[in-house]
């Protein structure tokens, strides 16, 4: 079965600053899918980065890139420039490619990030 | 606008009693699912439904029920037979094209035990 880790409970940057946020996975598949979600203090997931692992290139959004690292299951998240919206619990979340079976996420404990000004 | 609706945001369950939580989507989205959220837990799957008129049950299947019986909606009731129903539930809705698939979320229901 696939398991997804963040070993960080919580983390704190300075406003500006740049933070990463780890995600380990396991799993026996070779096509995949990796997600990060921010859940801000409203509670409502907000879908933050998408990563395909056929893919060799590093997903980016703004302010938002990932560290993808398929042979080391590794898949952190780098927020750079960071700001005081981005407080938030980060959850990182796998997804097989099912090929139109189950398309579950499976989800990480969460990182709760807290935002200095 | 286009999104995913929970309803209510509270709801109180008294014992014995089962409630349902509403989910509505108005994306054209093919596949819905219920999470579970406890607190210091990731979201767990309840139930998924990939199409109208069917669906599977997740991890944590045992005390809920579902039915989908219309493409916009979701519901999930919380029967007696759930013996721990507090917790934060989130809706979400997908579609998937050509095996590019990604999942949205509804704003959540926070349930609680009288």
């Known amino acids: 079965a696939q398991t997804v880790t963040q070993s960080q409970p919580e983390m704190s940057v300075q406003e500006a600053e740049t933070v990463t946020l780890s995600c380990t996975y396991d799993?026996?598949?070779?096509?995949?899918?990796l997600f990060w979600y921010k859940q801000p203090p409203s509670r409502q997931m907000i879908l933050v980065i998408r990563q395909e692992a056929y893919k060799q290139q590093n997903a980016t959004e703004n302010r938002f890139s990932v560290n993808f690292q398929k042979a080391a299951k590794s898949f952190s998240l780098k927020i750079s420039d960071s700001q005081l919206g981005d407080a938030a619990m980060y959850f990182c979340a796998y997804r097989g490619y099912s090929g139109g079976a189950t398309n579950k996420l499976i989800f990480g404990t969460g990182t709760l990030l807290a935002v200095q000004p | 606008d286009g999104g995913i609706t929970q309803s209510p945001k509270y709801l109180f369950r008294k014992e014995g009693q089962n409630v349902t939580l509403s989910c509505e989507q108005n994306?054209?989205?093919?596949?819905m699912y219920w999470y579970r959220q406890d607190p210091g837990q990731g979201l767990r799957l309840i139930y998924y439904s990939q199409i109208v008129n069917d669906f599977q049950k997740g991890d944590i299947a045992e005390g809920y029920s579902v039915s989908r019986e219309k493409k916009e909606s979701f519901p999930l009731t919380v029967t007696s037979a759930q013996k721990n129903p507090t917790a934060f539930y989130l809706c979400?809705?997908?579609?998937?094209?050509?095996?590019?698939?990604?999942?949205?979320f509804g704003p959540g229901t926070r349930l609680l035990v009288l």
């Open positions: 799993t026996s598949e070779s096509d995949y899918y």
């Open positions: 994306l054209n989205h093919d596949a």
């Open positions: 979400a809705s997908s579609i998937d094209r050509d095996g590019q698939e990604t999942q949205y």
